[in-house]
């Protein structure tokens, strides 16, 4: 028995890969068709009247599932004999083709654990292949039919969608990364993307671009159900007129729910400014309905404004654009200067209106390629023109959002960006004068107030240095965190600064704490442990006192204060001769302990305890 090498091996199963990838294309085409074909059989055999037999109805459905894609279909069967072009592609339909597609490469690319993995390019031509394998078969069996497929439209943008959204799912199986590029582009391109920045700045951009499509989008569908809404009554005559049984309106129904997205870009074209054409001779824009409009009698179309100048009411249209600048600059401002994050780490001004022009950018691009495919002709003559100009739908896009982001950005900001807590800072020494211009006190005159003040503004920004405490917008001096420690601080420093204010009689060497030695928040060198203890136990006249009683007591062993008090009036006795006897001493000592405590009585301080020991001088 001979040994397969490692090369044959690896050879072998590559081309299962291969193969399994090209048949996953297959696949994926084969579901999109065969799910529209039985839609189309159920209705036609719930139809009481069908034109064609069951033939006619596989061929009309393999031409609505290649018109799904983006291909143009014609109709044969005209008064004038000249086919037709129906190019009008109904966008609901393309999301069932668009995902299965991506699915497929998707799955191919990142096979299950134990298949044969093919290389990311193999993946993505062999479901390319396997995909339009289906669609050159479904175009071939639909030839014959009422709608027939054009060979023009199988290459572009049939082959384009396909291999898009087989790009797609190749791309998300990696991980959906951004670069490196390839090697043939240019290496100025090459080395911007391998910046971590540039791809910071690059998706941030593309963020914003999404978020102010949505609302383009949103604000158009929001349009067309305000207009249907006022006009429900020509929407349900146009309904009941086009089918009288109920297959034929379920019909009509699936196709109206399919062109929902087609109505949403209509409206957001309209708003933009540029409106939407109704046939060669009539454009309706907010400022009226221009010209005789041709227009097939459907319900969607009931929205249509009538005809002659516009009123203050369709001049509300104007308000889409406005939001979708707003909301692109919103999404950007918060990633140029985010809530979690120190100030340090904010965007340059340059740098937010780059990244904002370029989100303006990716806006009226996607804008102009949506309103390219929302329209399309449904006939010859008038009807070659239908549906929103998509060169004049993207310029208004960004000019919209370009015009209206930038300024909007930049005040968000500067206000993403403020100070907290201005409004207390009016009372803080310093916050509006310069230090120099602040009046000059003695070390003991501190003002209870100003400590406590001074006390709260450094709490609060300390609260404002730490990261992951977003500001509340309706209370910007209220932060998550720092309105409890500056209560707190306030409350803490207000008992700080009454304990450390001197006695009404006592002297200036009596004040302890951070204002008696000059030290305070202001200071380079304040540290916590700088405040000294503000108990008068520890004062120095009531050591001198303690230690002289101490002495008289002790018969003479100790030795006299380094630094007796020259002002005290018993202090004389206590330091008597040292060959007196235990009764004089003892009559001594307590004539010491009277005077000491009329001392601090006039001094305004209680007199110490006698039972409570006294710290080492």
């Known amino acids: 028995m001979t040994q397969r090498s490692p090369m044959v091996t690896a050879e072998r199963n590559r081309t299962l890969a291969l193969a399994s990838a090209l048949v996953r294309g297959a696949v994926a085409a084969g579901l999109g068709l065969g799910s529209l074909t039985v839609l189309v059989m159920v209705l036609w055999i719930s139809s ?27 109709r044969p069967d005209t008064l004038s004999g000249v086919p037709a072009p129906v190019s009008l592609v109904p966008l609901l339909l393309v999301v069932g083709p668009v995902w299965l597609a991506h699915r497929a490469a998707r799955d191919a690319a990142d096979p299950e654990e134990g298949r044969p993995r093919p290389s990311q390019a193999g993946a993505f031509c062999a479901v390319t292949a396997g995909y339009l394998l289906v669609v050159a078969g479904a175009a071939a069996a639909a030839r014959g039919g009422s709608l027939r497929p054009d060979p023009d439209s199988l290459v572009f943008p049939v082959a384009l969608v396909v291999a898009g959204a087989a790009a797609a799912g190749v791309w998300t199986a990696a991980g959906r990364p951004f670069g490196p590029l390839p090697s043939w582009s240019p290496l100025v391109l090459q080395e911007a993307v391998a910046r971590t920045v540039v791809r910071d700045r690059a998706e941030a951009a593309c963020r914003s671009a999404a978020v102010g499509v949505t609302v383009l989008l949103g604000g158009g569908a929001l349009l067309v159900a305000v207009a249907l809404g006022r006009n429900a009554g020509a929407a349900q005559d146009a309904f009941l007129g086009l089918a009288g049984d109920w297959s034929g309106r379920i019909a009509v129904l699936l196709l109206a729910a399919s062109l929902v997205p087609n109505a949403a870009l209509w409206g957001a074209s309209y708003g933009l400014g540029p409106g939407f054409s109704l046939g060669t001779g009539a454009t309706a824009t907010p400022l009226g309905l221009a010209g005789s409009p041709t227009a097939p ?201 009454t304990a450390s204010v001197p006695a009404p009689g006592g002297g200036p060497e009596t004040a302890s704490g951070p204002a008696a030695d000059g030290s305070g928040p202001g200071d380079g060198g304040f540290e916590p442990y700088d405040f000294l203890p503000t108990d008068p136990w520890h004062a120095k006249d009531f050591r001198e006192t303690r230690w002289a009683s101490l002495k008289r007591d002790s018969g003479g062993l100790m030795a006299d204060f380094p630094a007796a008090s020259a002002g005290s009036t018993g202090s004389a006795d206590p330091v008597g001769s040292a060959d007196a006897d235990a009764d004089a001493d003892a009559d001594a000592g307590a004539d010491s302990d009277t005077d000491a405590e009329a001392a601090g009585s006039a001094a305004g301080r209680p007199a110490p305890a006698p039972d409570r020991p006294g710290p080492t001088p």
């Open 297 to 497: 009698s459907f319900p969607l179309l009931a929205a249509v404004p009538d005809q002659g100048p516009g009123t203050l009411l369709n001049g509300a249209a104007l308000a889409v654009p406005v939001a979708a600048a707003l909301a692109l600059a919103w999404s950007t401002a918060r990633r140029a200067a985010p809530a979690d994050a120190p100030r340090a780490r904010a965007w340059s001004r340059s740098e937010t209106v780059r990244v904002t022009l370029l989100a303006a950018l990716g806006c009226g691009a996607a804008t102009a390629l949506l309103t390219a495919v929302a329209g399309g002709p449904l006939g010859t003559g008038a009807l070659r023109e239908f549906g929103p100009v998509w060169w004049l739908a993207g310029p208004a896009a960004l000019g919209w959002t370009a015009g209206l982001g930038v300024p909007a950005v930049l005040l968000l900001r500067r206000w993403r960006l403020r100070t907290p807590g201005w409004a207390w800072r009016r009372d803080v020494p310093g916050a509006d004068e310069s230090p120099a211009a602040a009046p000059t006190r003695a070390p003991g005159e501190t003002s209870t107030k100003e400590a406590a003040n001074a006390t709260v503004s450094e709490a609060r920004a300390g609260a404002e240095a730490r990261v992951g405490r977003p500001r509340r917008w309706w209370a910007p001096w209220r932060g998550r965190a720092a309105a409890g420690a500056s209560g707190d601080a306030a409350r803490g420093g207000s008992a700080a600064s």
């Open 48 to 74: 009481p009247y069908p034109d064609s037999g069951p033939g006619g109805a596989l061929r009309a459905a393999a031409g609505v599932w290649l018109l799904a894609h983006g291909a143009g279909l014609l």
